[in-house]
Nanobody, 120 residues
Framework: VQLQASGGGLVQAGGSLRLSCAAS????????MGWYRQPPGKQRELVAR???????YYKDSAKGRFTISRDNTKNTVYLQMNNLKPEDTAVYYC???????????????WGQGTQVTVSS
């Protein structure tokens, strides 16, 4: 399985970005998907995840601003990010797993990362 993330960029505080992550290869085996991020000088952290049956989980700071969704017909997961803040600046990674729920440390498959920079 290969994951290709896109949609990052530079945006001003208060702006929006939509990240996409398309799975290819044996993508039919994927059940759970999610997004992690790694801010400069910090550890990678879970931002949001979505299970095979559509249940979602968000990091506290993402609640009310970010929305994770998936299109199973396209094997793609999205992260709509609104009201972005400078502290959202990070490299964002998509991840996927064959299990129904994404493990805490992320799935068995990872995308290459996409940079999100929010200026104040």
């Amino acid at each position: 399985v290969q994951l290709q993330a896109s949609g990052g960029g530079l945006v001003q505080a208060g702006g929006s970005l939509r990240l996409s992550c398309a799975a290819s290869g044996s993508s039919s085996s994927i059940n759970s998907m999610g997004w992690y991020r790694q801010p400069p000088g910090k550890q990678r952290e879970l931002v949001a995840r979505i299970s095979a049956d559509g249940l979602t989980y968000y990091k506290d700071s993402a609640k009310g601003r970010f929305t994770i969704s998936r299109d199973n017909t396209k094997n793609t997961v999205y992260l709509q990010m609104n009201n972005l803040k400078p502290e959202d600046t990070a490299v964002y990674y998509c991840t996927a797993d064959r299990r129904g729920r994404l493990p805490t440390m992320g799935g068995e498959y990872w995308g290459q990362g996409t940079q999100v920079t929010v200026s104040s």
